[in-house]
């Protein structure tokens, strides 16, 4: 016997009540990261010892920089799922954790910012 | 109750005990390579940022780049994506049904391994040769 009610049952989102989506976002972002990790390789490999101005002209050309911004969004985001795996594995005290959640977040977001700032300044010039 | 405890239960060893499989090892090396990959980003936003800020900070970059533990790290950086990007494919395939068990898993786990290494490899050859990176 079962002790869950049955809308718990249905609703399928387990004890966390967030289901599969953690799981899920973590594929589809390791998916998309797939071919987009393999143009920055390729780019960033054609740019190597060349000067900044030559980083700056490949970033002025609008697909490349749109490219970029989706690639640094969806790294970082495929980063914040995977560092939470490994916080919510080893970190037991809950102080700790959330604390480390918070930080991973907030890691997140400065360089994902300064980045993309970076980023706009090389596009518009 | 007291009688039983004079009987020492078997223990089950952790992990260090084991003999190391192939994907074992792979499993945390890819949980490894994440975590340098994330620390990686860091380098990425300096590139980007330094880009950004004209021709001396660029040259920063490059000099720090340049310098033997700079192109250490790199290197590092460079096989870690290689790693993540090859077994985190081999893991979206697992996903998907394909290659599950113990023969096939063990085959593409050194694959993965091979391929990392010598992808890293050749990345650095290109660089040096046409990059213009000095050794």
Request: glycine share 8%; proline share 4%; net charge positive.
């Given at each position: ?81 995977g560092l939470q795996s490994v916080i919510d594995d080893y970190v037991h005290h809950d102080g700790w954790k959330i604390l480390c959640l918070l930080l991973n977040r ?20 | ?30 949980r490894?390579?994440?975590i ?100």
């Amino acid at each position: 016997m079962s002790l869950e009610t049955p809308l718990h049952r249905v609703q399928g989102l387990g004890a966390a009540h967030s289901g599969t989506q953690h799981f899920w976002r973590q594929r589809i972002t390791a998916v998309a990261l797939v071919p987009l990790s393999i143009w920055f390789a390729v780019s960033a490999l054609n740019l190597v010892g060349a000067p900044g101005s030559d980083v700056d002209m490949f970033f002025q050309h609008p697909m490349n920089a749109a490219l970029m911004g989706i690639f640094v969004v969806i790294l970082l985001y495929h980063m914040v799922l995977g560092l939470q795996s490994v916080i919510d594995d080893y970190v037991h005290h809950d102080g700790w954790k959330i604390l480390c959640l918070l930080l991973n977040r907030g890691f997140a977001i400065v360089v994902g910012v300064a980045s993309i700032i970076a980023l706009l300044r090389i596009a518009i010039g | 109750m007291a009688e039983q405890k004079q009987h020492p239960r078997p223990l089950s060893p952790h992990l260090q005990i084991y003999r190391w499989p192939v994907t074992m090892a792979t499993s945390i090396t890819h949980r490894a390579t994440g975590i340098a990959l994330s620390a990686g980003t860091l380098l990425l936003a300096w590139w980007l940022i330094a880009a950004a800020s004209g021709p001396e900070a660029f040259a920063k970059f490059q000099a720090a780049a340049a310098n033997p533990i700079g192109e250490i790290v790199l290197f590092g950086f460079v096989w870690s994506l290689a790693f993540h990007l090859l077994n985190g494919i081999r893991h979206l395939a697992w996903d998907l049904g394909y290659g599950f068990d113990v023969a096939t898993a063990n085959r593409t786990g050194i694959l993965v391994i091979t391929l990392s290494v010598f992808a890293a490899i050749a990345v650095f050859i290109f660089a040096y040769k046409h990059g213009g990176l000095h050794l």
